[in-house]
């Protein structure tokens, strides 16, 4: 049982990325999923989750630029950032909470 994240890298103030986890879990439809960064010399924070029902919730900093959500049928998870800041750059892992499950990080990095 595994997730793989992917869809990181550089982009300048105002992009947009859209990071992607796969997930190989067979519960994967029923169990809340959340994505969590983790920016150079802080602590790891959450960024945004999701239940297996499609209930949203975000952290303040990222409310109305970021949208989570997932595909069950393939068991994909989504973070599409929009109105990308400096600030927004860390490493994004998702995770499975209930499992204690995580993916290995993908570098997001926001930079003119």
């Known amino acids: 049982v595994q997730l793989q994240a992917s869809g990181g890298g550089l982009v300048q103030p105002g992009g947009s990325l859209r990071l992607s986890c796969a997930a190989s879990l067979s519960i994967f439809s029923i169990t809340t999923m959340v994505w969590h960064r983790q920016a150079p010399g802080k602590q790891r924070e959450l960024v945004a989750s999701i239940t297996g029902g499609g209930g949203a919730n975000y952290a303040d900093s990222v409310k109305n630029r970021f949208t989570i959500s997932r595909d069950n049928a393939n068991h994909m998870l989504y973070l599409q950032m929009n109105s990308l800041k400096p600030e927004d750059t860390a490493v994004y892992y998702c995770?499975?909470?209930?499992?204690?499950?995580w993916g290995q990080g993908t570098l997001v990095t926001v930079s003119s």
């Open positions: 995770n499975a909470p209930k499992y204690d499950l």
